[in-house]
């Protein structure tokens, strides 16, 4: 099978290859799913899973991404809940190769079924964002309707889904960027946005939420903007600090079949929008996912 694949970790995305790979086999529980689409985060590429196995062993040559779209081909022994040529969607496991792959093996667990009549390219979209972003607002920071949150990077493929869900809980969202995310991040329904170049952070608060996707001095500076028995929910690493009266919840996102399917749902309603950037085939992946050549929205590798 054709398949990007890295070697190098300090190499970057200047490191990818198309290589041929021998196709996967499937484990206990695991399917083999025909990749129809696949997202790629830039930063995986700085995680150590992406290089070693379980047992922290070395794999490379390694073949990155995590989010996929596809056609169930093949079932491993023991798989229940799925079935060959179905329409699939999820998150590979993080210590295995991924998905920028015509073939690939994921555990059946991290894996939901895909509506017809949502696209391959947008579901590939969803997996990383979508989780991140319901898992950290209701499993880690239990957000009700009526409470503000703080979203940075509110017009991101992480921050612009955020935004979404909690505006549709009733929440008062309050977004962050660039001056020129200002008219997405209000788009994507953030209800006031403040531009963190002017350095007037302190403005948004107080929040009984932040969901923070950028960490250093903006994280830090964000907690003290959390209320009283509120929250600060971060993917950007541990926190450094939490707030006085409060909580800090660092976490590293989940495939949860429940959720997948949950966000589907509100694509196909319309509640949802998908944040797709640039679509390019696999032999051109590595140009595509080159920084330099990288557009708004997330870049999908279409490959079936």
Not at 209 to 232: K, N
């Amino acid at each position: 099978m054709k398949a990007i694949t890295v070697t190098d970790p300090d190499a970057g995305t200047a490191g990818m290859t198309l290589t041929e790979q021998p196709e996967p086999d499937a484990s206990e529980n695991d399917v083999i799913v025909r990749v129809h689409a696949s997202g790629f985060t830039p930063g995986e590429l700085t995680w150590p899973s992406t290089w070693t196995d379980r047992a922290g062993r070395d794999r490379t040559p390694s073949i990155p991404g995590h989010e996929l779209s596809g056609v169930v081909a093949e079932l491993g022994y023991g798989t229940t809940g799925l079935t060959v040529g179905q329409r699939v969607f999820g998150l590979a496991d993080w210590t295995r190769n991924g998905t920028l792959a015509e073939f690939v093996a994921v555990e059946a667990r991290n894996l939901a079924p895909l509506p017809a009549d949502i696209d391959f390219v947008t579901a590939a979209s969803l997996p990383i964002s979508g989780l991140t972003a319901w898992q950290g607002l209701f499993e880690h920071g239990h957000l009700r309707s009526g409470e503000t949150v703080l979203v940075h990077g509110a017009a991101g493929g992480v921050g612009s889904v955020v935004t979404q869900l909690a505006r549709e809980v009733g929440a008062y969202v309050v977004g962050t960027g660039r001056t020129a995310d200002r008219d997405a991040a209000l788009g994507f329904g953030a209800n006031e946005f403040v531009d963190l170049g002017t350095g007037e952070l302190i403005s948004a608060g107080p929040v009984d939420l932040v969901f923070d996707v950028i960490g250093g001095d903006i994280g830090d500076r964000s907690v003290d903007l959390v209320r009283a028995g509120g929250t600060l929910v971060t993917i950007a690493g541990p926190p450094t600090r939490r707030p006085a009266d409060g909580r800090s919840v660092f976490f590293v996102v989940e495939a949860v079949r429940d959720q997948l399917t949950q966000l589907a749902t509100r694509v196909r309603d319309g509640r949802l929008r998908a944040g797709v950037g640039t679509v390019r085939p696999l032999d051109d992946a590595v140009a595509a996912l080159n920084p330099t050549e990288r557009s708004t929205g997330k870049t999908i590798i279409s490959i079936a």
